[in-house]
Structures are given as C-alpha cells and as structure tokens.
C-alpha cells in the first residue's frame, strides 16, 4: 500500500482479465459502479474513478508464465484523503500471495 496516490497513474498487475473480472466487484466496497468494455467507472461521493485495462504480453520467468494486465486509474474530483481511503480498500481487496 502506498502512502500517496496520485489522480492518475498506470499499474501492471498479475492477472488475466477473467481474474480482474471476477476480483473488481469486491474491490469496490459500498461505492456504486458501471462496467464496460476493458472498462469501469467508479462514483466516489462527490468524484469518481475511471479504470481502463488491457491484456499485455505475459511475463516468462524460466518455465512459469505470469499473465500481466495492464491498469489505468483516473481519479476526478477528489482530494488527497478520499483518493487515500478508496485505494487503500482497493490495494488490500486486490492483495493476493502467501506466506
């Protein structure tokens, strides 16, 4: 999790599209949304969150294959704190591995 997160930036996250798919409900809390094609928009109290992806080339270490789907949030109308607190919920929701 990070500390700040800007209006707009790019992630690469390890998952096919179905995975993200599947994974994007929860990820949204309480906070209505709409999807569309390789797309979703979030509505964030008084702002909103526009998220695009698409499938890049998988990631190939030795003999395992990693899928990547890269992701591009948009945040308008929010300040610092708000932006915070969806993220924060979102990264922890989105949060996989072991230990």
Request: hydrophobic residues 45%; glycine residues 12%; charged residues 20%.
């Amino acid at each position: 999790m990070q500390a700040f997160y800007p209006e707009c930036f790019d992630r690469e996250m390890g998952c096919t599209g179905a995975d993200w798919l599947s994974w994007l409900p929860g990820a949204m809390g309480d906070c209505p949304w709409t999807l569309q094609a390789q797309s979703a928009d979030v509505y964030l109290g008084g702002g909103s969150l526009r998220l695009t992806w698409q499938a890049a080339p998988a990631r190939v270490i030795g003999l395992i294959n990693i899928p990547v789907l890269k992701v591009s949030f948009r945040f308008a109308g929010l300040d610092d704190a708000p932006r915070h607190a969806f993220m924060k919920r979102f990264d922890l929701y989105m949060q996989r591995g072991g230990g």
